[in-house]
Each structure stands twice: as structure tokens, then as C-alpha cells.
């Protein structure tokens, strides 16, 4: 990928559809280059993931179907931790790969800065779903509502705070691109200067996460097909053997699953890849008006001096021509 020319094409003011065109012109233009570049961190996070969806099925499987209390599985809760942090891991390792594609910095000089990037935003999702939880429980405190049975004012406040943080966190796309693509930002420029940018700019980036998410749902749910007719079949034969049939999956269902699983998973990647795309032509668009803008500006500024330097002479030369006026009377006086 030339990524001169992506640079040329970058800083240039365009609509959502356009930055939508050009993400997916890029990826029609370079399948094999992008393909090359980020194959194997794509496989190794499709076989994370793979593993995270399979896991509490395998340990249900050897546990015997009660209606009591369920135990927290120690081993399980172990092996889902080691699976997180792996699973942060490689995909720092991913994103740094698919940013590399863009700027042409190396993999290894991205990879920090989108790792705290990750956890910085895993920490605000946490917090974001912390205020919704407490949001939920809070109208419940002092009355007869439980959490199975809330009033109608519990998903009420819940629902509010969510969509107020969903409000405010979308200009957080547009400032992570910028941290991503301008080494100079510092971490905590996405709540910065470039959040308050994006801020600014709302209505462009709520347009933009609407038909990016729209188009990548679609292209999940039909890319998900033979994933979800595999989840069905194992959850219809789940609730079969609670009403007491027997197993009707053979062994190799799971081996199965697994492989579809890390499939989908695998063209998932590549259309949030896509997705990447769109947010860094969208960044590029924003940066344009920013430029235009301060363009106009600095124009504006500058024709407003001139005009200033312009009063200034005319009455300089006023009061000159006033003190030339008066010393000729002062010279016919004398005479």
C-alpha cells in the first residue's frame, strides 16, 4: 500500500458516503497486501476467540444438569482471565498491524500505544456499565422492586445514563484515530483537545457510526450464518437434555464449531478492519474543515488588520494634512 498516496487522499473535506467509498475502495485495491500483513494476528485472535466462545460449553458438558445453585467454577474463571488478557494482547497486536497499514510506522511502534488505548477504553466501558448498573438498582432501594421484578422508573434511569454515555463517548472515535495516527498525541488527548473537536463535530460521526454499524451488522449476520445454525442446534439440544432426552450432538459437533467459529471469526476481522478505514478517512475529513476553518480565519484576522492599518493611515495623513493647514495660516499671519 502506498501509503504516500493515501495521505494525499486523506486530508481532504468529504461526506460520510465518501469516506465510506474510499474505505472500501482501499480494501477492493489491496486485498492481498492487507492480507499479507495482518493474516497472522488475525488467526491468532480468531483461535482466542474460538476458544472464549467453546470454553463454558466444554465445562457445562462435563458437568452434571441440575435445578439447583449453581458453584463458580474456579478453573473455568482462571482459564476465561488467562483468555482476556491474551485476548487484549494480540488484539493490540492486530490493530497495530491494521494502523501500520495506514501510516507505515512499524507493527512494534504501535503496539504500546494502542495497548493503552484498549485498557484505557475497557476502563471507560467498565465505569459507563458501573452507572447503568447502579442507575438500574438505585430506584429499587426503600420499595417492594427486586432485580428480577423492577418498576418501570429501573431501566427508566438505566436506559438514560446509557444513552447519555453513548452520546458522549462517540467523539471518542475520532480522537483515538487521531492518537493513533499522530505519534505526538499523548494518551490522554481522547478527552482532550481532539474529544472537544469531535464534540464539535457529533452529528458527522453519529451519521458515520450509523451506517458503519448498519453495514457491518448486515455483513455479520450473513458472514454468521453457519456460526449461528451451530449455536441453535447446540442450544436446542441443551434444552432437550434438561426435559430429559439424550445427547443428540456426536463428539466432533465441537470440533466442528470451533473451526466455524475461528472462520467467522476471521472474516470478522477484516470487516472491522474495514470499519478502521472508514474512521481514518473520517479523521482525515474532520482534520480538512479544522484547516479550512482556521484557514478562514486567519483570512478573516488578517483582511480585519489590513482594514485597522488602513484607518490608521487615513487619519495619520488627516492629522498631517491638518498640521500643513495650519502652519500655512500661521505662515500668512506672520506676512
Not at 467453546?54 to 476465561?80: D, H, K, M
Not at 491494521?98 to 484498549?118: A, E, H
Not at 442446534?233 to 459437533?253: E, R, V
Not at 480585519?304 to 487615513?314: G, M, T, V, Y
Request: proline content about 4%; hydrophobic content about 45%.
Amino acid at each position: 500500500m502506498n501509503t504516500e498516496h493515501i495521505e494525499n487522499e486523506l486530508y481532504k473535506v468529504k461526506s460520510v458516503r465518501a469516506c465510506i467509498k474510499s474505505a472500501t475502495d482501499m480494501m477492493i485495491s489491496n486485498p492481498l497486501t492487507i492480507l499479507r500483513r495482518t493474516w497472522l494476528p488475525t488467526l491468532v485472535l480468531s483461535i482466542v476467540a474460538g476458544l472464549s466462545f467453546l470454553l463454558p460449553s466444554l465445562f457445562e458438558s462435563q458437568q452434571p444438569t441440575t435445578t439447583g445453585a449453581t458453584t463458580v467454577n474456579s478453573p473455568l474463571l482462571i482459564l476465561s482471565v488467562i483468555l482476556l488478557i491474551a485476548y487484549i494482547a494480540i488484539a493490540s497486536w492486530w490493530e497495530a498491524s491494521v494502523i501500520s497499514l495506514l501510516t507505515g510506522r512499524k507493527v512494534k511502534d504501535n503496539i504500546r500505544r494502542i495497548l493503552y488505548l484498549l485498557l484505557a477504553l475497557l476502563g471507560l466501558y467498565i465505569i459507563v456499565g458501573v452507572f447503568v448498573s447502579v442507575g438500574y438498582m438505585l430506584p429499587m432501594f426503600g420499595g417492594k422492586a427486586s432485580w428480577g421484578h423492577p418498576t418501570i422508573v429501573s431501566p427508566l434511569v438505566a436506559g438514560i445514563i446509557l444513552v447519555s454515555a453513548l452520546v458522549f463517548t462517540l467523539p471518542i472515535g475520532y480522537s483515538s484515530m487521531k492518537y493513533l495516527v499522530e505519534p505526538q498525541q499523548k494518551l490522554t488527548s481522547i478527552v482532550g483537545k481532539p474529544y472537544i473537536t469531535g464534540l464539535q463535530r457529533w452529528g458527522f460521526l453519529f451519521l458515520t457510526a450509523l451506517l458503519g454499524g448498519i453495514i457491518i451488522s448486515i455483513l455479520f449476520v450473513i458472514t454468521g450464518v453457519p456460526e449461528i445454525i451451530l449455536e441453535t442446534a447446540k442450544k436446542a439440544n441443551h434444552i432437550g437434555m434438561i426435559m430429559g432426552d439424550s445427547n443428540g450432538l456426536t463428539a466432533s459437533f465441537t470440533v466442528l464449531q470451533f473451526f466455524v467459529t475461528i472462520l467467522c471469526y476471521f472474516i470478522w476481522c477484516y470487516i472491522y478492519c474495514w470499519m478502521n478505514f472508514v474512521y481514518y478517512y473520517v479523521y482525515g475529513s474532520i482534520e480538512a474543515k479544522e484547516k479550512a476553518k482556521k484557514d478562514v480565519v486567519s483570512v478573516t484576522t488578517s483582511k480585519s488588520a489590513n482594514n485597522n492599518n488602513f484607518e490608521a493611515l487615513d487619519e495619520r495623513l488627516k492629522l498631517e494634512t491638518e498640521k500643513a493647514s495650519g502652519s500655512r495660516l500661521d505662515i500668512e499671519d506672520i506676512q
